[in-house]
């Protein structure tokens, strides 16, 4: 029993959280889920265009819910849906009525209203305060519109709008996932605003809370507490944009009139839950005066109507001042029982900030100790509540028991039978997760084609018959027919363990198209894993990226391995600079056995003295990058970090980071390269827009798109002179590339190991992680890493640069769904999803990512190539 209540504990506490990227499975209305009768309108046409016919991609009746009449500007005709429990709803799909050709009838733009109980309707807005969603342009193609924020409900009005009196007709399909935590409100005191000194202003309130606000405290509503959307390690940077900063934390001060101390917070569920933990994601930037809390105390009610009961639950924090990393804190309830949770939050110092707070609790309700002991003097022993059966005959009086018995009966075979349901599903859950790291993900059943659009959330998705699978297919088949992603690709199921068998021009056309082409050297034929993975046959992922990335977390160059193998210290051309002169500003990133750090580099001028590689400075003092060895590091991992610095101290390019000396003489053994004023160009560019009227007149941070031609020949130029060195980067990518005052771009590799960015990266379980939304079709299939490959992700760090990386390539794809992908563009069928054209990008530019896409490798271009092609297009 005790393990079976730890599975449950395990599984409960996996599901315990969720992320908006992944909760996009349709909820029903397509496949019937939702039933007729959870479906209502304010009003219908005819019989044949009632909301039970509001189904997309279906077709009863006459087609669509039509609501009755011409509908008015004035009009507030809805189509209500009831989910039939708690969800968190991220997506809404839309269609008009097109009744086989016959009917155009469609909705150009909708209001949402949704409710948690069905009595009090809010209205949803996004975060910019917009109500209003655009919807379709024809009676047939599905618009899929993401909700920013997400939110959770149970009961969903979708209102069509209009601005000329018109008819309009709907079907409908909702997304997103249940709503496990059960919190149905919290309250809290408003957040306050942080005025800095040589700070932006951060307004630290929740922006997006949907309950009432009445004398500085928030009730009865929820907002970015539970969105889904964690903060940044910097609380004034933000993931959302066109936000003011500080927008993901709610936050507090010590000494303000209303906390004095403490932040408390109640929170309401929709039932009795046994609540195991409570995890509360806290900022900790203690070099700005905020941390985690101190302490918490919770105090628990049952039942909303008592009051609450005297025995709470302490939790003390480990205070952390020397990594400034946002953080969860886990909090254990102890398996408290309670229907409401009221924690007061102690102050470690000026100021407390959080941007989650979930709750994980067991799906069973057992009464916990406190609930059983009858507190009044009065009440006797034969009064007191038992939970254990009686052991003595029944008196007279008592009322026969025969008809609870058999319902005691089923629940206990009940209980029994699920328990061992979720140990069968743990366990084969297991099983799949063994499989899965070996292949990419199956690709779903349905094919669909994607058009995506950088300007606003709304995409369209034209989907075309679906032929019916025959009964004698092979491969694995969908083992949950409820939840089906958004966002589909190819019915074939991919497998790179069997892809040889299946599909036999590979071990030809791979090897001889990832291996020639003049991007790999002949003599190159055997090579370790920190080293190019040239070979003369096709060898598959799962054997070479074990060791993909540096002991820092970082990269680390891939070069050939005779190049490496002749290298010896006596190769280490950087000097050895004082320690001691090292000044801890910030911790950028970390690995298994090492990490990066911001540092002040005091005396580094005059270290160099005359021919300095440091430019002038303005008498400012010099940042650099400091990658330091853990003192754990293993022997392998020294020799590696050793390694790393001979390759490091033979690069010597303008658009290369630069080397300028290390700390070897002792332990821990650390290397100094440069770092930028302006940090990483994926920071930089989504911050600004492309200069205009409008944001020269404003004050607005642009840049030119001469810059961007500007950007884009620097990273070629460098990339060109790594592939004339044969190095291969095997991540570029706009984070891994820094950018000083005067726009001067250097090529790095801390991107890995930066929290920031670990979204940009797939984790193999218990393996290596990878940018596979930057990684060619061969380096995510066969595990070859070339400067073809290489090529590959230019083109798609160009993509990012012309977005002014304003979102992450292949955005509206799942992690899974880009390695499916990757299967078409192997099979070259027509079916690939390839990035689209950014509005900025000139024509004739995007023709030349899309050549670095090709899925020939000999036919992509080389950098020396993409050099000469972008040089010209840049004023010099």
């Not at 940077?237 to 709610?250: A, E, I, K, S």
Request: hydrophobic share 35%; net charge negative.
């Amino acid at each position: 029993m005790h393990l079976f209540l730890l599975l449950i504990l395990q599984a409960t506490a996996a599901f315990g959280q969720i992320d908006p990227a992944h909760c996009r499975y349709a909820l029903g209305m397509e496949d019937g889920r939702i039933k007729d009768e959870d479906i209502t309108a304010s009003s219908q046409w005819y019989e044949t265009t009632g909301p039970q016919y509001a189904r997309l991609n279906r077709e009863e009746g006459d087609g669509a819910w039509c609501p009755a009449g011409q509908l008015e500007p004035s009009d507030s005709q809805y189509l209500q849906v009831d989910l039939g429990r708690l969800t968190f709803l991220t997506v809404v799909g839309t269609q008009g009525r097109y009744a086989r050709n016959s009917g155009n009838e469609f909705a150009r733009a909708y209001r949402l209203k949704y409710s948690r109980d069905g009595q009090q309707w809010k209205s949803w807005k996004n975060r910019v305060g917009n109500t209003v969603m655009e919807a379709n342009k024809n009676a047939y193609a599905s618009v899929i519109n993401d909700l920013h924020p997400p939110i959770i409900t149970r009961y969903v009005q979708l209102i069509p709008v209009t601005t000329l009196s018109t008819t309009v007709c709907m079907r409908v399909e909702l997304y997103g996932c249940p709503w496990e935590d059960g919190l149905i409100s919290y309250s809290t005191p408003e957040g306050q605003l942080m005025m800095p000194p040589g700070y932006p202003i951060a307004s630290l309130n929740d922006s997006t809370y949907d309950g009432q606000h009445e004398k500085r405290k928030l009730f009865g509503g929820m907002g970015q507490l539970t969105d889904g959307v964690v903060g940044l390690d910097d609380f004034l940077l933000t993931r959302q944009y066109h936000v003011w900063p500080g927008y993901d934390y709610l936050g507090w001060r010590n000494d303000s009139l209303v906390t004095q101390g403490y932040v408390e917070m109640e929170f309401v569920f929709d039932r009795q839950r046994n609540f195991t933990s409570m995890k509360v994601h806290s900022n900790n930037m203690f070099s700005r005066s905020v941390k985690i809390f101190s302490s918490v105390s919770c105090s628990f009610k049952a039942r909303l109507i008592t009051g609450w009961e005297a025995e709470t639950v302490e939790f003390n924090t480990v205070l952390d001042d020397r990594n400034p990393s946002a953080r969860y804190v886990t909090v254990p309830l102890n398996r408290r029982t309670a229907k409401s949770i009221r924690c007061r939050f102690y102050f470690a110092d000026v100021w407390m900030m959080f941007s989650e707070i979930s709750f994980q609790s067991e799906d069973t309700v057992i009464p916990s100790q406190m609930t059983l002991v009858v507190t009044s003097p009065s009440v006797n022993e034969e009064n007191t509540i038992s939970t254990t059966p009686k052991t003595a005959n029944p008196s007279a009086s008592d009322p026969p028991d025969d008809g609870n018995t058999p319902i005691l009966i089923g629940c206990l075979v009940t209980i029994i039978l699920l328990l061992v349901i979720i140990i069968f599903l743990i366990l084969w859950c297991q099983y799949v997760c063994k499989v899965l790291e070996k292949a990419p993900r199956r690709i779903l059943d349905e094919e669909v084609t994607v058009r995506l659009s950088s300007c606003s959330d709304t995409i369209i998705l034209q989907t075309p018959p679906v032929p019916p699978r025959s009964s004698h297919a092979t491969g694995p088949t969908n083992t949950d027919p409820h939840y089906e992603r958004v966002f589909l690709l190819d019915p074939q199921y991919q497998n790179p363990a069997v892809l040889r068998n299946k599909l036999p021009e590979l071990s030809q056309s791979a090897e001889a198209s990832a291996c020639g082409g003049g991007y790999a050297e002949p003599d190159v034929t055997q090579c370790t894993p920190h080293q190019c993975f040239h070979s003369n046959a096709p060898h598959y992922a799962e054997t070479d990226i074990v060791r993909l990335q540096g002991v820092t977390g970082s990269n680390m160059y891939a070069v050939p391995a005779l190049t490496v193998d002749s290298l010896t210290r006596k190769d280490i051309s950087a000097a050895e600079f004082p320690r001691q002169q090292l000044i801890f500003r910030e911790k950028l990133g970390e690995g298994q056995f090492g990490e990066v750090h911001l540092c002040e580099a005091e005396g580094l001028p005059e270290f160099f003295g005359e021919g300095s590689p440091l430019p002038d400075r303005d008498g400012r003092s010099v940042l650099v990058a400091v990658k330091q060895l853990r003192a754990d590091a293993t022997s392998q991992a020294r020799n590696d970090f050793l390694k790393e610095i001979k390759i490091m101290s033979r690069l010597n390019d303008p658009n290369i980071i630069r080397l300028l000396c290390v700390c070897v003489s002792s332990d821990p053994l650390c290397m100094v390269t440069e770092y930028m004023e302006n940090g990483d160009l994926n920071m930089f560019l989504s911050q600004r827009e492309i200069e205009s009227t409008l944001t020269h007149a404003n004050n607005i941070p642009s840049v030119s798109l001469s810059d961007l031609l500007h950007m884009s020949v620097q990273i070629s130029s460098g990339m060109k002179y790594l592939a004339s060195l044969n190095f291969v980067h095997r991540d570029l990518a706009t984070r891994n590339c820094l950018l000083d005052r005067r726009l001067t771009i250097k090529i790095a590799d801390f991107g890995m190991s930066r929290n920031l960015y670990s979204s940009d990266y797939y984790r193999i379980q218990g393996r290596a992680v990878l940018p596979i939304r930057w990684m060619a079709w061969e380096s995510i299939l066969l595990g070859k890493f070339t400067t073809a490959s290489d090529v590959w992700a230019f083109g798609v760090t160009l993509w990012e640069i012309f977005t002014l990386c304003k979102e992450q390539p292949y955005s509206l794809l799942s992690d899974e769904q880009v390695i499916e992908n990757t299967g078409e563009f192997f099979r070259n069928q027509g079916r690939q999803i390839f990035l689209y054209a950014p509005p900025l990008c000139p024509p004739s530019l995007f023709e030349l990512m899309m050549r670095c896409w090709g899925r020939d490798i000999p036919n992509r271009p080389s950098f020396e190539g993409l050099y000469q092609a972008l040089r010209p297009h840049v004023n010099q």
